[in-house]
């Protein structure tokens, strides 16, 4: 596999773990589950969001760039 194994693995859905506190206005950061391991993206939302804090993300802004909300399990 070559440079397009990240264009391949869409994020959107993906449920990671907020590492830097995503301040309002962001960016923070975030793990994300990926290629049977983890990648740290730079992450976005639209309110501040603590470290440790489980997210899902929503949508995909570039290669290493996302934007999530927190995740509640039902």
Do not use: K
Request: hydrophobic share 45%; aromatic share 6%.
């Amino acid at each position: 596999m070559g440079a397009s194994d990240d264009t391949d693995q869409n994020p959107i859905g993906a449920i990671g773990r907020v590492t830097v506190s995503i301040p309002l206005g962001g960016p923070g950061e975030v793990l994300l589950p990926v290629r049977g391991g983890s990648e740290a993206y730079a992450a976005w939302a639209d309110e501040p969001i603590a470290r440790h804090t489980r997210v899902i993300v929503v949508e995909w802004t570039s290669a290493r760039s996302v934007v999530v909300v927190p995740f509640a399990s039902p």
